[in-house]
């Protein structure tokens, strides 16, 4: 099955918030690849594609599996895309080792951004939705990609890698961000800005 099977006949999905147990735990692996697997997978896709994000990984819509799905260029513009299921990341040490700096993101934690510095190159080997041996070869910002994703399958939010200043710092813009995103975003649009809601939320308690 082609990935671009996959981007179609899905359904959109509210994303699940951090703080719920599914985000905070390690996934179960995948061990059938059938036709609901592969449902899941369109399902990933259509959310993903309707919140605008680059990945997505199941825990984000509730499913404590190890599987993400992921629409994203790499250091030279060229988009990549496709499922990975049981995904083990391994990234370059020593000399080979490049730490890149950006601001990151979650859809889980809509609407805050905070710099993280990870490695601008990761492999990352697992199996497609039929169960078959894959890997990608991940640059610049698809190489950061791989390493979220794979974290949220071990139960770890990229909050969890910043440090307390930056965590706050986090916090604070997310809170201020929260009227634009309903509960079940992205069914229900994300909210236009509006300075007025901004300011009321960003003022102290």
């Known amino acids: 099955m082609n990935v671009e099977e996959l981007m179609t006949g899905g359904t959109v999905l509210p994303i699940t918030r951090w703080g719920e147990p599914v985000m905070h735990a390690p996934t179960k692996p995948v061990t059938v690849f059938d036709d609901e697997l592969a449902q899941i997978a369109r399902d990933m896709f ?58 990151e993101g979650c859809l889980s934690f809509p609407g805050a951004y905070e710099p993280l510095a990870r490695p601008d190159k990761a492999v990352c080997q697992g199996q497609d939705v039929e169960g078959n041996p894959i890997e990608i070869v991940g640059t610049g910002l698809l190489a950061r990609c791989l390493q979220h994703e794979t974290d949220h399958l071990s139960g770890v939010v990229f909050g969890d890698r910043l440090n307390g200043k930056a965590r706050r710092s986090l916090r604070k813009k997310a809170a201020e961000m929260a009227y634009r995103y309903p509960d079940d975003w992205p069914i229900s649009e994300k909210l236009p800005f509006d300075p007025e809601q901004h300011r009321e939320s960003s003022s102290p308690a």
């Open 46 to 103: 259509a959310t993903m594609h309707a919140s605008q994000g680059v990945g997505l990984a199941a825990t984000q819509v509730g499913r404590d599996i190890s599987m993400f799905v992921f629409y994203c260029p790499d250091d030279d513009d060229e988009i990549h895309s496709g499922v990975v299921c049981n995904p083990v990341v391994t990234l370059p040490d020593g000399k080979d080792r490049n730490l890149e700096e950006a601001e």
